[in-house]
């Protein structure tokens, strides 16, 4: 049976993450949560207090910077590394997604990690997740989804995967940083968020995680199966 590659776009707590997690895993294909890995640079140069002013530093930061996926025995995921440290709990804190649209718009930072996401992606067999997977990474894909939702409900998303992780946030804070993140990420130079032409959209609003993964991969399935 052919491989393919899954390209699922979309906003920010449409359910990206957990419906392409669990559609790789039906498939039997990798999962590659693109989101994560900005994140966790995101992460490195907020720890290392790197200027996204600064070409340099940024270029210094990204040759030290290595990114992973491990298998989480305890969790039974597969998560982010950092310069091989596991990072899925520091990367969801609240002050780096506040920050994480403004770093992965650097050029720099863009170039470095999308030829990362290529290499992962190369042998096909992969269910890829992020902003520009379809549009820029890789517009070949033989199937491109597009996921929207509601925004409050999209905030409600994120304000319980949060509390998940011990962080009390109220509501009307989560929309401010999910509305922000949408205009960043729509309006940004370099690969803006947009559908891809031939993608498939899949608003969530009203579907449950179940039926989320369900169309998925359903919709993988008629493409592999030709």
């Known amino acids: 049976m052919k491989k393919i590659v899954v390209a699922i ?3 920010s707590a449409c359910g990206k993450s957990t419906t392409a997690k669990a559609a790789a895993r039906n498939l039997g294909y990798k999962f590659i949560d693109t989101g994560a890995m900005y994140r966790a640079v995101t992460l490195y140069f907020y720890q290392n207090h790197i200027e996204i002013t600064n070409p340099k530093q940024v270029l210094k930061a990204m040759d030290s910077i290595q990114l992973g996926f491990v ?6 995921k597969n998560q982010i590394t950092l310069n091989g440290l596991m990072v899925e709990n520091e990367i969801r804190q609240m002050h780096i997604s506040e920050s994480v649209s403004e770093v992965s718009a650097v050029s720099e930072v863009r170039k470095d990690v999308i030829s990362q996401q290529r290499q992962l992606g190369k042998k096909r067999g992969v269910v890829m997740e992020g902003r520009d997977i379809g549009t820029v990474v890789f517009p070949d894909a033989e199937l ?7 925004l409050e409900v999209r905030a409600t998303r994120r304000q319980k995967e949060l509390l998940e992780i011990g962080q009390m946030v109220e509501l009307d804070k989560v929309i401010q940083n999910i509305q922000k993140r949408d205009h960043l990420d729509t309006t940004r130079k370099e690969s803006p968020l947009v559908k891809a032409e031939d993608a498939y959209e899949l608003d969530t609003t009203h579907m449950t995680l179940e ?6 991969i359903r919709l993988s399935l008629c493409k592999i199966r030709g």
């Open 144 to 150: 491109k989804i597009f996921m929207t939702a509601n």
């Open 9 to 11: 776009d979309g906003y």
């Open 211 to 216: 039926e989320q993964i369900e169309e998925v």
């Open 71 to 76: 298998f989480n025995t305890k969790s039974g």
